[in-house]
């Protein structure tokens, strides 16, 4: 079983346990702030359900129907997490309109309170593990998972600290007037998601600091070549699609300007993981005298 895979299965893990810890928060003080954040806890489950089927699928090679791979899948993943916090956001505000037409006092609220706080704890360790992880193994399902857990650990402090507010005070319509905060950072939060996870559906070039990178591992590399240029790159999940036209001298050998290719494609890959690199090898004539200079 893959890295991604583990991690996975654990954010479901995760996602069941602290949905149970929050749910007996909300139970024992009838607060609908906690409520809002109990119920986000529920798109956490469905989403990691999500995230591990995507992840699995995404791991699949190449077949005659997908010869690019399955990579994309996780990014259907992280739209649907996307669209399912917006979803969670429309709930709460609905429960909150209805208890700030009806405010009532809350039971417990300080036990309620605590055990709220330690499932928050587990979520934010989770969060950092998966944000991490995300990161280091270029999975977007992961990363969409971490940034929605990381909402979701800010809202349980400010609930906490509303909470907590309402029962110091005495104010009891602070309780619904908080969870509606909390559900407007939640809207936030899946904006985010959808919006990443749409750039890589719609094949959005990668960073420049990337491309930059990019452009010196060929100019390093393409000793022998005149010129590159028209260098384009996309992620697609974790692989890295990279292509770009070298220009060589027209005299060249086949054999000469294959070599050259070889050398600049085993450092790309060398440097970037699950990297894909196509070049198209161009005469002399077809200079541009731009992009990428040979060094």
């Keep these: 079983m893959s890295k991604a895979m583990k991690i996975a299965y654990g954010s479901l893990f995760v996602g069941v346990l602290v949905l149970g810890i929050k749910t007996l928060a909300w139970w024992m003080t009838g607060s609908v702030a906690l409520f809002s954040d109990a119920l986000e806890s529920t798109v956490n489950v469905a989403t990691a359900?999500?995230?591990l089927l995507a992840v699995g699928y995404a791991q699949r090679p190449a077949d005659d129907d997908h010869p690019f791979g399955h990579h994309k899948a996780e990014y259907f993943s992280a739209v649907l997490e996307g669209v399912m916090?917006?979803?969670a956001a429309f709930v709460i505000l609905q429960a909150?309109?209805?208890?700030l037409r009806d405010p009532v006092a809350l039971s417990e609220p300080w036990a309620g309170l605590g055990v709220n706080l330690f499932a928050?704890?587990?979520n934010g360790g989770w969060c950092v593990l998966?944000?991490?992880?995300?990161?280091?193994?270029?999975?977007?399902?992961?990363?969409?998972?971490?940034?929605h857990?990381?909402?979701d650990v800010v809202s349980s402090v400010g609930v906490a600290v509303g909470v907590a507010a309402a029962v110091l005070t005495g104010l009891h319509w602070l309780d619904p007037v908080l969870a509606a905060f909390v559900a407007l950072n939640i809207l936030w939060s899946g904006?985010?998601?959808i919006r990443s996870s749409v750039g890589g559906l719609m094949d959005e070039s990668v960073p420049e600091e990337d491309?930059?990178?990019m452009r010196s591992l060929i100019s390093a590399n393409a000793r022998g070549a005149v010129e590159a240029h028209d260098l384009r790159a996309r992620h697609a999940g974790a692989a890295t699609f990279v292509d770009f036209h070298l220009v060589v001298p027209s005299e060249m050998t086949v054999e000469a300007a294959h070599d050259i290719c070889d050398r600049i494609e085993g450092a790309l890959k060398e440097d970037i993981a699950q990297c894909t690199v196509t070049i198209h090898v161009e005469p002399d004539h077809k200079a541009k005298h731009e992009g990428i200079v040979v060094l």
């Design 49 to 51: 359900i999500a995230v």
């Design 211 to 213: 491309l930059a990178r």
């Design 96 to 99: 909150a309109w209805a208890a």
């Design 149 to 151: 857990l990381l909402s």
């Design 120 to 122: 928050s704890a587990i």
């Design 130 to 147: 998966l944000l991490r992880q995300g990161r280091a193994l270029r999975s977007p399902a992961l990363a969409a998972d971490g940034r």
């Design 191 to 193: 904006w985010s998601v």
């Design 85 to 87: 916090i917006v979803i």
